[in-house]
């Protein structure tokens, strides 16, 4: 796994290179209006990483409380033997430890779908909703595929907003653990985000 350090360098030379797209759109004429504001917050510093961990608790179909809720399935998704077709859609609660009962952070909302034919593979498409802390209505979008027998999951995290606004990066979902109708699974999201809104050492639940 690339650590922070590594990370960081790529930031900066990706930095360096931001202004070149532009000089080729130029070039084409296709530039309607530029705006490198932007740019010039994230090569001055305020751009920085962040390692971010907690806690998913998904409640199954099965569960009285469940969160998760199919919504559509295709002529095949019965005898598939990868439930192919099937679209769910869940509004999991976001823990910072693995007890259901520890502190809320947010929420993970969006849309899975069973979309290959051979493994268990799923396309995913989930914002995480910030609802408490530093990140208070801040959202971090993550889509990608998971392939959930595998021991970790990388996810790519394709956007943001609010502190986590342009951001890129990636989450790795590994299952913490798998009880009746309860999965717990835990992230570990690797992201840029804007420091001019939050300072690392108030946010509380990340890890430099
Ligand atoms: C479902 O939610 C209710 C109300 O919050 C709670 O009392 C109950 O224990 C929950 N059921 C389970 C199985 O967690
Ligand atoms: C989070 O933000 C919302 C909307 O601004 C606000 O109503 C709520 O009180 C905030 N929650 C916390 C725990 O700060």
Known sequence: MANLATISLILTISCLLAFTPDVYARKQGSVVEEDTSYFHEICSGNEKVLRLRFYVQDLGTAHPNTTVYEVATASITSTSPTSFGSIKVIDDKIT??????????????????????????????????????????????????????????????????????????????????????????????????NAKFVEPRDVEIAEM
């Open 96 to 193: 910072e430890a693995p007890e259901d009962d520890s502190r809320e952070l947010g929420r993970i909302q969006g849309v899975n779908t069973k979309s290959d034919l051979s493994v268990v593979g799923i396309t995913i498409s989930l914002n995480v909703v910030f609802t408490t802390g530093k990140f208070n209505g801040s959202t971090i979008s993550i889509i990608g595929r998971n392939q959930f027998a595998l021991a970790e999951r990388e996810l790519p995290v394709a956007g943001g907003s609010g502190v986590f606004r342009f951001a890129r990066g990636y989450a790795i979902q590994t299952t913490h653990s798998m009880a009746p109708n309860v999965v717990v699974l835990e992230y570990n999201i690797y992201t840029t985000y």
